[in-house]
């Protein structure tokens, strides 16, 4: 094995590192929000940024999607405007019914 | 017949066929959980205001923290064991899989706990929408807990045999099941927040 090999394992390991430690904060961040004296949306929208930011991590570094082939993030692009479609029925039917009261 | 594309990338795809059949596959995934978040936003939405705040109350916080945090560490060891591979580290590759099936296992005997809590309390799926979506989103997230570590027993003990004469494609059979551990980690960062703390 090549040193340069190596050096360059030894740097993912480190990235893995950071990011252990940063989803193990964020993980306390998110409970240590939980108990503030938010308003309920407002509590719903920290809750959701700080789990994007933790899901981000891990698909970049841990599934190595920052580094990945194009055709693999255009797959990805497409269930992700399915899972917004998805997302918005509820509310669309949510915002008819209040339509018709 | 020897399968194709195994290990060298396939020219169209620019990746070997296992990668983008396990994408296609958490794809697929993305869309059944999106399903059940999306019933999620649906019930709560129908529920009495605060609702869904209130019955949650029963869930315990600091056990469903401590099995967050085991996920996050089995998704560490998982990617550790698959680095161990690259490093021809064999030895390291068994101990970080082994890691990774302890914490999945912490895992499921934690969550055994807390299914057992709330049956002791007469909590059932059937007592409010809460529990109904709860039960549903969970059991279905440990069911996928189950099939990975069917998989990951398979690739440490039997499976692990194949690093003797094809280490490449061994290789990426270890990123592969990663890929799939991360996701049920993924969605976990997400069940975490909706179900215990809001």
């Known amino acids: ?38 308003t309920s949306g407002e509590s719903i929208f920290l809750a959701l940024v700080i789990a994007s930011v933790k899901g981000s991590l891990v698909a970049c570094f841990f599934m190595h999607l920052i580094s990945e082939k194009a055709f693999i993030t255009w797959i990805l692009m497409l269930t992700a405007g399915f899972f917004f479609i998805l997302m918005f029925i509820p509310m669309a039917s949510f915002i008819d019914q209040a339509q018709i009261r | ?35 059940l ?23 315990n916080v600091p056990l469903a923290t401590l099995n967050t945090l085991i996920l996050i560490s089995s998704s560490m060891t998982m990617v550790m064991s698959w680095v161990s591979l690259k490093m021809n580290d064999f030895k390291k590759f068994k101990l970080y899989m082994a890691l990774t099936l302890l914490c999945a296992l912490c895992f499921l005997v934690i969550k055994y706990l807390e299914y057992s809590a709330k049956i002791h309390h007469h909590i ?52 592969i099941v990663g890929l799939y551990w991360h996701f049920v980690d993924l969605v976990w960062i997400f069940l975490f927040p909706i179900l215990y703390l809001l």
């Open chain 2, 124 to 175: 059932y799926p059937s007592t409010n929408t809460f529990y109904a979506i709860y039960f549903t989103l969970t059991g279905l997230h440990g069911l996928h807990i189950i099939g990975g570590m069917v998989v990951l027993f398979y690739l440490w003990v039997p499976g692990s045999n194949m690093w003797n004469t094809k280490p490449e494609q061994f290789t990426n059979r270890i990123e």
């Open chain 2, 1 to 35: 017949m020897e399968i194709p594309y195994t290990v060298d990338e396939r020219p169209d795809t620019g990746i070997y066929n296992a990668k983008l059949g396990i994408w296609l596959f958490l794809a697929s995934e993305v869309m059944l959980f999106g399903g």
């Open chain 2, 37 to 59: 978040f999306s019933a999620y936003v649906f019930l709560r939405l129908g529920a009495p205001v605060g609702a869904f705040h209130e019955w949650g109350q029963e869930l």
């Open chain 1, 1 to 38: 094995m090549s040193s340069g090999h190596d050096a360059d394992i030894q740097s993912h390991i480190k990235i893995y590192m950071i990011v252990f430690a940063s989803l193990a904060v964020l993980t306390i961040v998110t409970v240590a929000a939980s108990y503030l004296n938010l």
